[in-house]
Every structure is written in C-alpha cells, then in structure tokens.
C-alpha cells in the first residue's frame, strides 16, 4: 500500500517531527493553514474514524493534547482549532487518519466555520433518534 504517512513513519520519506512515541507521531503540516500546523497520527495504518480501536484513539488523543499545550506555550496564538476529516466527502485527502492542530490568531483570515444558512432537511429530533439508537449497539 502506498501511503505517505507510513513512508513518515518508517523513515521513507522525510518530515518534520516534533514528536514521537511508541503508538504516534506529530509533524509539521506541508502546507500549514498557519504558522504551527501540526498533525498527529498513530504508527499504525488507519483510515479514518470509522476503523479507529480505542487504544489507538486514545494514543492519538494523548499526543495531540500534549502537542497542542506545547504548541500554545512555543507559539503563543490566541486560540486553536482541531480538525479531523473522514472520506473525500468530508474533505480527507490522505487516507492515513491525522488530526490537524492548527493555531489561530485573531484577524489570520482562516476560515473553518461553517456559513451562515442554516441548513434543515432532517429535524434535529429525528436525526438524534437514529444515531441513540446506533449508539446503543457499540
Ligand atoms: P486532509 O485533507 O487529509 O485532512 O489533510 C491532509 C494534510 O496533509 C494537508 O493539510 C496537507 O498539507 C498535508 N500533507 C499532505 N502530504 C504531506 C506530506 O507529504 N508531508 C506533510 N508533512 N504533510 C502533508
Ligand atoms: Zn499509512
């Protein structure tokens, strides 16, 4: 399989580290959002969210927040955002699940709200329902 956080990982291809433990690594983002975009993945192969153990989430979850204090601490930004994508629809480009730790300064332009129409077309009830009743089934 040809995946480049794994060729990251195994040393195949290079990046910048700013962190590694036996289950993640943190690293700089190619083309940064903003100054400090890191990402933070496990070693192990996942996809996305939907094949995501607990162990390895949980690894992952670790790693970002400690990367995320350090990251306020070396940068100082005023805020931050983390991003995850699943799938193309959900604008995921490398199918090597990550999590995108991004700093955040007032007036930096970056926009990742979602715009202001509301949309409605399923009813927040009905929507709630379905997914109580998947919950359940874990
Ligand atoms: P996605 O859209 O899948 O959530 O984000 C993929 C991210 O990976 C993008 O922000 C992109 O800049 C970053 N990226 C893609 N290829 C490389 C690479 O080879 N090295 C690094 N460090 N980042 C990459
Ligand atoms: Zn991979």
């Not at 992952?60 to 931050?80: D, N, S």
């Not at 699940?97 to 700093?103: A, C, L, N, Y």
Request: hydrophobic fraction near 45%; proline fraction near 7%; include cysteine.
């Amino acid at each position: 399989m040809d995946c480049i956080f794994c060729a990251i990982i195994e040393g195949r291809a290079p990046a910048e580290v700013v962190f590694e433990d036996e289950e993640t690594l943190a690293f700089m983002d190619i083309n940064p959002a903003n100054p400090g975009h890191t990402l933070v993945i496990p070693k192990r192969h996942v996809r996305n969210i939907y094949d995501l153990d607990e162990q390895t989430a949980a690894a992952v979850m670790r790693a970002t927040v400690r990367v995320a204090q350090a990251i306020k601490r070396a940068l100082q930004p005023a805020g931050m955002n983390l991003v995850q994508s699943n799938e193309r629809a959900g604008g995921q480009e490398i199918f090597h699940i990550h999590i995108h730790i991004i700093p955040r300064w007032y007036g930096d332009g970056l926009r990742l709200a979602r715009p202001p129409e509301v949309r409605r077309t399923m009813p927040i009830k009905e929507a709630a329902a379905g997914i109580r009743r998947e919950v359940a089934r874990k």
